[in-house]
């Protein structure tokens, strides 16, 4: 239970932060699976093998996008903490798929929600550390 003004303002930064991660991560595999041509390679044409990892990446984004929320919701700082910090890893290993893609933008949008993911993780452990 959050007690005092500036825990309570920390687990509203977090939470904002890692809901705009979770939305953002389930947007780009549901456009995936909907629209592929957004996130393929420039010049790729669609599969049926593109099309089951677009399954795959929803299968993993979705749930964690449901728990997160479901996180926020409760105003769970310890699952916070935990979902947000495995959708932190999760964007850094989606910058280092865009580097490898030699795609700018899709290494430098996931880095940045990695980035600021991890920071909002930091907050919510300043709690604990009290």
Do not use: C, W
């Amino acid at each position: 239970m959050i007690t005092s003004s500036a825990s309570a303002t920390r687990l509203r930064l977090a939470s904002a932060i890692t809901a705009l991660n979770v939305l953002v991560a389930s947007g780009f595999s549901i456009a995936g699976l909907f629209k592929p041509e957004y996130v393929l390679p420039a010049g790729s044409v669609q599969t049926q093998a593109s099309f089951i990892f677009a399954m795959y990446a929803a299968a993993r984004t979705l749930p964690l996008a449901l728990m997160a929320l479901a996180a926020i919701y409760q105003r769970s700082p310890s699952s916070l903490k935990v979902l947000g910090l495995l959708a932190g890893l999760i964007q850094f290993a989606d910058a280092a798929i865009g580097l490898y893609q030699h795609d700018i933008g899709k290494t430098i949008g996931p880095l940045v929600l990695g980035a600021l993911q991890m920071y909002a993780t930091s907050i919510l452990q300043k709690d604990q550390a009290h």
